[in-house]
């Protein structure tokens, strides 16, 4: 009952209000001074008058910038999408560009070989932790046998000491069991090359009386029958004369970075070249 009473009395101030709106425009035809009466509707109604203003404003801005925002929501969207697919391009570009020059600079390693050679993909390192060691995904199917030397652009990564029909492991020269004979590059200097940390070997047996100074370039000898001569195994980068010693005491940096091995040659024929 009180709605009904509600609305009844809305009409009639509408009903009023427009009635005076009509009054107030017939009146601006004929006159231009408003009279009494029509300053009496004029303070009345303006307000009416200008709350409905500003609320159909209100509803037309609201309705627009709903719109508007939605059309900006679906937009950016579909430019974050866009923006996605791009940078998984760019990755994958900027990685196929970086395999193309790793192995680029392998293939041009590769033939400085008079022997044969076959590419592999290191796929994983040794599960046990207790060697230095990767896998790699050619084996014995492939031709590879136990002690063929291992390389990369850089130089040596290691021999094969496990071959299966498709797989095979290779101790890296970091590695504490690993031994290569090597040769000073400038002094000509004999000595071994063996596994100390992941950043270092210890180049070990050069006499006191050797000639052996820091950045001296480390190189298999050829001795020992499995690595060929003049292969690149790292630099000299710590020499020191222990006292009571018979050799010198020196660090060396591999040529290879081993964190980031990815790409290996196999030696597929036993070198047996002697100096």
Same mark, same amino acid.
């Given at each position: 009952?009180?709605? &009904?009473?509600?609305?009844? $009395?809305?009409? #009639?101030?509408?009903?009023?209000?427009? #009635?005076?709106?009509?009054?107030?425009?017939?009146?601006?035809?004929?006159?231009?001074?408003?009279?009494?009466?029509?300053?009496?509707?004029?303070?009345?109604?303006?307000?009416?008058? $200008?709350?409905?203003?500003?609320?159909?404003? &209100? #509803?037309?801005?609201?309705?627009?910038? +709903?719109?508007?925002?939605?059309?900006?929501?679906?937009?950016?969207?579909?430019?974050? $999408?866009?923006?996605?697919?791009?940078?998984?391009?760019?990755?994958?570009?900027?990685?196929?560009?970086?395999? +193309?020059?790793?192995?680029?600079?392998?293939?041009?390693?590769?033939?400085?070989?008079?022997?044969?050679?076959?590419?592999?993909?290191?796929?994983?390192?040794?599960?046990?932790?207790?060697?230095?060691?990767?896998?790699?995904?050619?084996?014995?199917?492939?031709?590879?046998?136990?002690?063929?030397? !291992?390389?990369?652009?850089?130089?040596? !990564?290691?021999?094969?000491?496990? !071959?299966?029909?498709? +797989?095979?492991?290779?101790?890296? #020269?970091?590695?504490?069991?690993?031994?290569?004979?090597?040769?000073?590059?400038?002094?000509?200097?004999?000595?071994?090359?063996?596994?100390?940390?992941?950043?270092?070997?210890?180049? &070990?047996?050069?006499?006191?009386?050797?000639?052996?100074?820091?950045?001296?370039?480390?190189?298999?000898?050829?001795?020992?029958?499995?690595?060929?001569?003049?292969?690149?195994?790292?630099?000299?980068?710590?020499?020191?004369?222990?006292?009571?010693?018979?050799?010198?005491?020196?660090?060396?940096?591999?040529? !290879?970075?081993?964190?980031?091995?990815?790409?290996?040659?196999?030696?597929?024929?036993?070198?047996?070249?002697?100096?």
């Amino acid at each position: 009952m009180r709605d &009904a009473t509600f609305f009844r $009395k809305a009409w #009639i101030w509408a009903l009023f209000c427009i #009635i005076a709106l009509l009054l107030l425009s017939s009146a601006s035809e004929t006159q231009r001074q408003w009279n009494p009466l029509d300053r009496f509707l004029v303070e009345i109604t303006s307000p009416i008058q $200008k709350l409905f203003t500003r609320a159909v404003d &209100a #509803i037309e801005n609201f309705w627009l910038d +709903y719109f508007y925002l939605v059309d900006v929501r679906r937009e950016n969207k579909e430019l974050k $999408k866009q923006v996605n697919q791009l940078m998984m391009q760019n990755t994958r570009y900027h990685e196929l560009l970086s395999t +193309y020059k790793r192995l680029q600079a392998l293939l041009n390693f590769k033939q400085t070989f008079e022997e044969p050679v076959i590419a592999a993909q290191v796929i994983g390192r040794d599960p046990s932790g207790w060697f230095r060691s990767v896998i790699i995904d050619k084996g014995k199917e492939d031709g590879i046998q136990v002690d063929m030397p !291992v390389v990369n652009a850089l130089g040596v !990564v290691g021999r094969v000491v496990g !071959v299966s029909a498709h +797989y095979s492991k290779v101790l890296l #020269i970091i590695d504490q069991n690993s031994s290569v004979d090597c040769l000073l590059q400038r002094s000509r200097d004999r000595g071994m090359v063996k596994g100390l940390f992941p950043e270092r070997c210890k180049v &070990a047996y050069i006499v006191k009386s050797s000639d052996v100074i820091i950045g001296d370039q480390v190189v298999t000898s050829g001795l020992g029958g499995v690595f060929p001569k003049g292969l690149p195994l790292g630099r000299v980068i710590k020499v020191e004369d222990s006292p009571g010693e018979l050799f010198k005491d020196i660090d060396m940096k591999p040529a !290879v970075n081993f964190s980031k091995l990815e790409e290996v040659l196999v030696i597929l024929k036993k070198s047996l070249a002697f100096d």
